[in-house]
């Protein structure tokens, strides 16, 4: 399961609801709930925040917070 998987299910959120309310069809969010090598586009992103009325910014860093700069390419 991926990192969006993992949060709808923690946030008890309906994929058919998600898909009906953004215009992502239900096997595009399936992907992206469960095939780790299918990639979420920030569009997305957005409209699945707006559709469960929750920050886009917070969102992301929660679904991203393992990225981290290679310790040699920081400031």
Same mark, same amino acid.
């Given at each position: 399961?991926?990192?969006?998987? $993992?949060?709808?299910?923690? %946030?008890?959120?309906? *994929?058919? +609801?998600?898909?009906?309310?953004?215009?992502?069809?239900?096997?595009?969010?399936?992907? $992206?709930?469960?095939?780790? %090598?299918?990639?979420? *586009?920030? +569009?997305?992103?957005?409209?699945?925040?707006?559709?469960?009325?929750?920050?886009?910014?917070?969102?992301?860093?929660?679904?991203?917070?393992?990225?981290?700069?290679?310790?040699?390419?920081?400031?």
């Amino acid at each position: 399961m991926t990192a969006l998987g $993992l949060y709808f299910s923690r %946030k008890s959120i309906n *994929r058919s +609801e998600v898909a009906r309310k953004t215009g992502i069809n239900k096997t595009r969010l399936s992907e $992206l709930s469960n095939q780790e %090598k299918t990639h979420l *586009r920030t +569009e997305e992103l957005y409209l699945i925040a707006l559709a469960i009325d929750v920050d886009p910014g917070e969102m992301f860093m929660e679904l991203h917070q393992d990225l981290k700069l290679p310790e040699d390419h920081r400031l």
